[in-house]
């Protein structure tokens, strides 16, 4: 059964800085993709960063690059999200998940299989 477990979440002021961490449980990850996103109140689950597991290749929402960088600890089976230079705007719940990787990038939530429970970060202004 994979699990994935979130945490770093808090409150920060604005051009503050937060690392989120995901721990991923359960199986094998070298042929899988993990991804974050977030959601606000009243908004859908938008998605911020991808890593492909074994190649460590990394891809970024438009509204996050230069600001944001994923990473992964593969002797921890851990995914990171780097958070810098934050803005009220990134106030959300944010969110781990995998899917195995196919021949596409995966960015919707529907491409993803398995989620964590989520940590919430907030930046005031």
């Known amino acids: 059964q994979v699990q994935l477990v979130e945490s770093g979440g808090g409150l920060v002021q604005a051009g503050g800085s937060l690392r989120l961490s995901c721990a991923a449980s359960?199986?094998?990850?070298?042929?899988?993709?993990m991804g974050w996103f977030r959601q606000a109140p009243g908004k859908e689950r938008e998605f911020v960063a991808g890593i492909t597991w074994s190649s460590g290749s990394t891809y970024y929402a438009d509204s996050v690059k230069g600001r944001f960088t994923i990473s992964r600890d593969n002797a921890k089976n851990t995914v990171y999200l780097q958070m810098n230079s934050l803005k009220p705007e990134d106030t959300a719940v944010y969110y781990c998940?995998?899917?195995?990787?196919?021949?596409?990038?995966?960015?919707?939530?529907?491409?993803?299989?398995?989620w964590g429970q989520g940590t919430q970060v907030t930046v005031s202004s």
């Open positions: 359960g199986r094998t990850f070298r042929s899988y993709v």
């Open positions: 998940a995998t899917t195995r990787l196919s021949a596409g990038v995966p960015r919707t939530p529907y491409e993803f299989d398995y």
